[in-house]
């Protein structure tokens, strides 16, 4: 008798579904710097600054430049300029900030500028190095 084999079809190994997930996460931080004597350094020069200490956010250090003054000569001392700046080693770090300015009285609460006043279609600000501000 022969035998006739019949040739089974192979058999696949049934897909496992797979999955992959992107989290980002936000890490919140607050400092204060306070000036006091504000009014005698008002007039110590445009482009002239007051430094905060530097403080650590999100694994990085940063600080807070004042300018009494205004930075640049257009400013024409009329105006204060105020900068958040990277002040450690990194590359293109994103950020989101809120900075306020608070009159000496401790009753005024003057917003400069924050990103959580509008849709953040244009995304979190990125620095690219040590000492980029903003």
């Known amino acids: 008798m ?8 192979e ?6 579904p797979t999955r992959s997930r992107s989290v980002t996460e936000t890490v919140n931080g607050s400092h ?30 940063w600080a807070i430049f004042f300018y009494p003054d ?10 204060v300029s105020v900068f958040i700046a990277l002040a450690s080693e990194g590359t293109n770090v994103r ?7 608070l009159d000496q009285s401790g009753k005024g609460n003057h917003k400069v500028h924050s990103h959580f006043d509008r849709s953040l279609e244009s995304g979190p600000y990125t620095l690219k190095y040590r000492g980029s501000m903003w």
């Open 2 to 9: 022969s035998g006739i084999a019949a040739a089974s079809p």
């Open 11 to 16: 058999k696949k190994p049934a897909l496992s």
């Open 32 to 61: 204060k710097l306070v000036i006091r004597g504000y009014s005698l350094a008002k007039g110590m020069g445009v482009g002239k600054h007051i430094a905060s200490d530097t403080f650590s956010v999100g694994g990085y250090q």
């Open 70 to 79: 205004g930075k640049n000569p257009e400013d024409n001392s009329m105006y």
């Open 95 to 101: 950020a989101l900030f809120e900075l306020t300015l």
